[in-house]
């Protein structure tokens, strides 16, 4: 299985990258992680519903087909490091890939919130897009070493 994170923004800072490609890399094989950066729509005088559609339209051209998307949004479900630990589970027995879409600055445009099998949340907080990445990828990193019993997470 493929997990890719679909993220608008093709410029992180170091710390930023570093931090993503510790996680990515201590992955195991069955759960390989890859980031796709989605270059962000100038804004240019543009509307943020025009940028949304814009960018949109470019994470979908790179989502695999058969692949299932999940939309990184404030209003999805938040869940709990045990319960996305089960849910990466579900995804790992499921035999499908995975796209997790971060969007840009104005989010993610309403037609791909529609089209996503699942929206979720990383908090209430609204994250720097930066921050949001690193976050994703550790808390991925974390629900396997949950489901692997390794020792990195403690209760």
């Known amino acids: 299985m493929k997990i890719l994170i ?14 993503v490609a510790d996680y990515i890399k201590r992955m195991p094989r069955e759960a390989r992680v890859e980031v796709v950066a989605i270059r962000p729509e100038k804004r240019a005088g543009q509307s943020a519903e025009r940028i949304k559609a814009l960018e949109a339209a470019r994470i979908l051209d790179k989502l695999p087909p ?4 999940v939309a990184l949004d404030e209003h999805g479900k938040q869940p709990s ?20 879409a971060i969007g840009g600055a104005d989010g993610l445009a309403p ?34 070493s949950l489901l692997a019993n390794h020792p990195y997470h403690r209760d």
């Open 111 to 144: 037609e791909l919130l529609e089209r996503a099998e699942m929206q979720l949340s990383l908090s209430r907080l609204t994250l720097p897009h930066a921050l949001a990445r690193v976050l994703l990828a550790e808390q991925l990193y974390r629900a396997w």
């Open 6 to 19: 679909l993220a608008v923004g093709d410029r992180l800072p170091a710390w930023a990258d570093t931090a």
């Open 81 to 100: 490091t045990r319960e996305l630990a089960q849910t990466l589970d579900t995804w790992l027995h499921g035999g499908r890939d995975i796209a997790l």
């Open 66 to 69: 058969g692949c299932a998307l």
